[in-house]
């Protein structure tokens, strides 16, 4: 397929008139061919006007036939082949394995969400019979559906250029959930975002849905996507990036003069606890695990230990030992973008210089736009004192805490910010103090695991990908996972409606099979 770098609005095709962006090679920094055009304010309007025209009939389609729209991109998204795998490659810098494997998870997650739409209890379907006889009062007939909140913008992340991206979590939990969808691609990937948007626009034609179901926009500057989550016909919006550029959509959805929710994840250090049983049995061995996890893909994910916790002791000593040797001769990794590059620089050059901050070692240098991994250590008390050494630091690069007892590991916890993860480390003498922290780790957390690192989200129905602030803009929800498809979604009461009114859904004898609570009970 020939990239064209045009913009995908309700299933045509433009070229954007304001300015240009370029796919570079990850690993030279070399501008790639084509350009895209960046939309302008009226691509931009009419984009959304589509959107909301298709809104209507869009919501109102079948669980069947939403269903099989989803599975027909997932379909499109693996016909693109190696075209799609090596693209991504050139402008990730991400090895092919792992594009693959994104690649895979980002059909999964499509597929998942057209079972949970088939299966139908996401609509959350309740009626409650009219009770004329009852006594004192009668009560009314009362039928519930969830409907979508409308149409949804998306950003693409650059950590995840197919899972976080056009067709990725946010797109299918939307589209699942019966929103059209705008996508502003990520400028670090622009040709893979054609690619998959197309992929999309020719599943919308294959499924004779409204034009306006998908749209895809490319933007040279940062006013495009301010535009987007200011226009009025959005009604939600899905976001993977920084904490500055989340909190700046939030602000202007908050501004609106009709407020709209920002589902953005934002920042995370994810920290590890290490416990003092489990560091004495296998204290150089999760030393290693660990730099395995730092180091994984350049240490780009939201979930990269970016913080460790442990008491003081000879246990903690050989996990720095072991820690420190598997770190000094980890290779570089190419980075994303130079700008990620730049600021992972910017970020370990501001660690190695703290006064309250031991370097304990550097991973292999490399080429100009590689990343070389680091770890660094201070003291409890130190990190205490200093909240700039909570700031994440978007790459390989760790901070270890000193504790002198559980005591002050336990004020450490209490000071953290939001995560998206916490990781314990046990061994079998460590489990009363685990359930001593637990309740802690649970107001600052979505997912709390044991004897892992969170780098790695399953997508499944139990999964929370999500945490208090920073974290994510929205504690109560999630973007991997079935459950994403909730933060899209809204209940509408009916009360009392002629039967000729009442939504498919909802009808007497229950014509869709769907899984509906009657009574109060399940059915």
Excluded at 122 to 146: G, H, Q, Y
Excluded at 261 to 276: D, K, R, W
Excluded at 466 to 487: C, E, I, N, Q
Aim: aromatic fraction near 4%; charged fraction near 20%; hydrophobic fraction near 45%.
């Amino acid at each position: 397929m020939t990239l064209n770098g045009r913009l995908l609005i309700g299933g045509a095709e433009r070229r954007g008139t304001d300015g240009e962006i370029r796919g570079l090679d990850a690993a030279s920094g070399e501008p790639q061919e084509p350009g895209f055009g960046g939309a302008t304010l009226a691509d931009l309007d009419e984009a959304c006007r589509l959107a909301a025209e298709a809104f209507p009939r869009y919501r109102e389609t079948r669980p069947a036939e939403r269903a099989a729209f989803l599975e027909a991109i997932a379909r499109n998204i693996l016909e693109l082949g190696d075209e799609l795998v090596a693209r991504c490659v050139l402008e990730s810098g991400l090895p092919r394995a792992r594009v693959e494997g994104e690649r895979n998870r980002t059909v999964g997650q499509l597929r998942l969400f057209a079972d949970v739409v088939r299966e139908g209890s996401f609509l959350d379907l309740r009626i409650d019979p009219a009770m004329p006889e009852r006594k004192p009062l009668s009560r009314v007939e009362l039928r519930l559906r969830n409907i979508s909140v409308g149409p949804v913008a998306v950003f693409g992340a650059s950590n995840f250029p197919l899972a976080f991206s056009v067709a990725g979590g946010d797109t299918a939990s939307a589209l699942a959930a019966g929103s059209p969808v705008v996508v502003k691609a990520h400028s670090a990937h622009p040709g893979t975002s054609e690619l998959v948007g197309r992929a999309v626009a020719t599943a919308v034609r294959e499924c004779g849905l409204p034009r306006g179901t998908f749209s895809l926009l490319f933007a040279s500057r940062r006013s495009v996507g301010e535009a987007l989550v200011a226009d009025p016909r959005i009604k939600a919006v899905g976001f993977t990036g920084s904490r500055a550029g989340g909190t700046a959509l939030m602000r202007i959805a908050a501004q609106r003069p009709e407020p709209i929710p920002v589902y953005a994840e934002m920042s995370s250090i994810n920290p590890v606890i290490l416990f003092p049983a489990a560091l004495a049995e296998r204290g150089a061995e999760i030393g290693r695990s660990f730099v395995a996890s730092l180091t994984m893909g350049a240490g780009q994910f939201c979930t990269n230990p970016g913080l460790v916790l442990a008491v003081e002791g000879e246990g903690l000593d050989a996990f720095l030992a072991a820690a420190t040797d598997a770190l000094t001769a980890a290779p570089a990794a190419t980075m994303l973008t130079p700008g990620i590059h730049a600021s992972y620089c910017e970020g370990v050059a501001k660690l190695a210089v703290h006064d309250r901050v031991e370097t304990l070692g550097e991973g292999r240098a490399g080429e100009r736009l590689q990343g070389r991994a680091a770890l660094f250590a201070t003291s409890a008390s130190d990190f205490l004192a200093h909240r700039e050494l909570q700031e994440e630091v978007f790459g390989a690069s760790s901070l270890v805490v000193r504790c002198r007892d559980a005591a002050e590991l336990s004020r450490v916890v209490a000071a953290l910010e939001g995560q998206l993860t916490i990781a314990l480390h046990l061994g079998e003498g460590d489990v009363e103090a685990a359930r001593t922290l637990l309740p802690e780790l649970e107001v600052k957390a979505g997912r709390i695991l044991v004897n892992g690192f969170g780098t790695g989200v399953e997508v499944g129905h139990a999964m929370v990908h999500g945490g208090p602030y920073p974290a994510t803009s929205d504690a109560r929800t999630t973007s991997v996972g079935s459950l994403a498809v909730a933060r899209f979604l809204r209940p509408v009461c009916y009360q009392d409606l002629p039967a000729a009114l009442v939504p498919e859904t909802l009808r007497d004898g229950n014509p869709l099979g769907l899984p509906v609570r009657t009574d109060g009970h399940l059915g």
